[in-house]
């Protein structure tokens, strides 16, 4: 059965702190993995990857992608209060997104 | 670019009746939308497969005679909750996958702003 497993659950952080989040899968047919921030509404994208051991990057957020062990990580350096959401890991196989359970951030001032 | 819109975005209802929510894509073609939904603290479910033209495709355990979905354009997807019921309630989410995007093989999804129903 497919899964897409993300870790930890939930955590909180001060203002300026560094977290990492882990996204690991087991998907059939993998295509792509993408993250995704949720704040109060639907969830906006972040990052597409598609190739083992590239980088993305977008300011103070970067992910990485190991194909070959099956999992993903997002960073977010210099955390702001404005981070705190949850952030979604989503596989793409057989045309459709297989969401994990989320990791809810909690920046504190 | 790349802009999904929702409509209704909040509903409230009382128990047996329908409702209706519109997804939109409001600046590309989308061949395929996806309906979610969402209970509090869990992750995003997918319920059906939109495809233009065609039946939707739905996920094991959703009924599909309570979930009706057209995709009667390139650029609308309708859901409709028939009867709904207070375990109905939800977040309801949509997204879309642009038809060039999807022809090169991309997964990614453009998503609405979600309709929050609330059946009394």
């Known amino acids: 059965e497919d899964k897409v497993v993300q870790s930890p659950l939930s955590l909180v952080v001060h203002e300026g702190d560094t977290v990492t989040l882990n996204c690991s899968y087991e998907?059939?047919?993998?295509?792509?993995l993408l993250w995704y921030k949720q704040e109060k509404k639907a969830p906006t994208f972040l990052f597409m990857l598609t190739s083992s051991g590239i980088e993305k990057k977008s300011g103070r957020l970067s992910s990485i992608l190991d194909k070959k062990e099956l999992f993903s990580i997002l960073n977010i350096t210099a955390t702001q209060t404005g981070d705190s959401a949850v952030y979604l890991c989503a596989v793409g196989s057989w045309g459709k997104l297989q969401f994990g359970a989320g990791t809810q951030v909690v920046v504190t001032p | 670019g790349a802009v999904v819109s929702q409509h209704p975005s909040r509903v409230i209802c009382k128990s047996g009746t329908s409702v209706k929510i519109e997804c939109r894509s409001l600046?590309?073609?989308?061949?395929?939308m996806f309906w979610y939904r969402q209970f509090p603290k869990q992750s995003l479910m997918l319920m059906a497969t939109s495809n233009e033209g065609s039946k939707a495709t739905y996920e094991q355990g959703v009924e599909k005679d309570k979930f009706l979905i057209n995709h009667a354009s390139l650029t609308l997807s309708t859901l409709t909750v028939t009867s709904a019921h207070p375990e109905d309630s939800s977040f309801y989410i949509c997204?879309?996958?642009?038809?060039?995007?999807?022809?090169?093989?991309?997964?990614?999804?453009?998503f609405g702003p979600g309709t929050r129903l609330t059946v009394l």
């Open positions: 998907v059939t047919n993998f295509r792509s």
């Open positions: 997204s879309a996958r642009d038809r060039l995007q999807a022809g090169a093989g991309y997964n990614e999804q453009f």
């Open positions: 600046d590309f073609q989308a061949t395929t």
